[in-house]
């Protein structure tokens, strides 16, 4: 059974910084590409940025460049988002997200899902 969990959300004021982590387990990670996406109240998810199960990262959504950083650690079975200079914007609950083939942008493509963890960030 594939499990993804989600962990270090939480609530930060704006400019702070947050570090989420994805720990998975039930499937051979090193195989895997893994994503962090997000939803707001209201809208959508959307793609935050992705990892390649070799490393390679993809260019991150326009909204977050330059702030958000993805990274694996494959001995350790978890992918992390570094968050840094939050903004008020950036408030949503977080998924992390596999793909057992290359990275993708689109949530459609990925195979499992982790349940969440909120971010708030105040103004």
């Known amino acids: 059974q594939v499990q993804l969990v989600e962990s270090g959300g939480g609530f930060v004021q704006a400019g702070g910084s947050l570090r989420l982590s994805c720990a998975a387990s039930?499937?051979?990670?090193?195989?895997?590409?893994m994503g962090w996406f997000r939803q707001a109240p209201g809208k959508e998810r959307e793609f935050v940025v992705a990892i390649s199960w070799s490393g390679i990262t993809t260019p991150c959504a326009d909204s977050v460049k330059g702030r958000f950083t993805i990274s694996r650690d494959n001995a350790k079975n978890t992918v992390y988002l570094q968050m840094n200079s939050l903004k008020p914007e950036d408030t949503a609950v977080y998924y992390c997200a596999a793909r057992v083939f290359g990275t993708s942008r689109s949530v459609d493509e990925y195979d499992y899902w982790g349940q969440g963890t909120q971010v708030t960030v105040s103004s």
């Open positions: 039930g499937l051979t990670f090193s195989r895997y590409a």
